[in-house]
């Protein structure tokens, strides 16, 4: 394969990452409106933790960990962004 299609391939696979993302985002304003309804916080750090653990533990690279808590904390700022706006 040469440049443009290994280009082609990471266009490809951006768009996959695009529609996951955004049912990401979806199932997150769907637990706003649960912990609006039960009163519960939205942020919890603990799963926050549980989460980025689980998510270092399963990765096999080449992306590095803290590159992988990274992304992932930015994510999970975007959730948490959307679940505010529930209230």
Do not use: F, H
């Not at 040469?2 to 997150?28: F, H, K, P, T, Y």
């Not at 009163?39 to 270092?56: I, Q, S, Y």
């Not at 960990?65 to 529930?86: G, H, K, M, P, T």
């Amino acid at each position: 394969m040469d440049l443009s299609d290994w280009r082609e391939r990471i266009d490809a696979i951006d768009r996959q990452l695009l529609v996951l993302l955004n049912e990401r985002m979806g199932c997150a304003q769907e637990i706003g409106r649960i912990k609006k309804t039960e009163g519960r916080a939205v942020r919890d750090p603990e799963r926050e933790r549980a989460l980025l653990e689980k998510l270092k533990a399963l990765n096999s690279g080449p992306i590095k960990d803290d590159s992988l808590e990274a992304i992932y904390r930015q994510i999970i700022q975007a959730a948490v962004d959307l679940e505010e706006e529930e209230d």
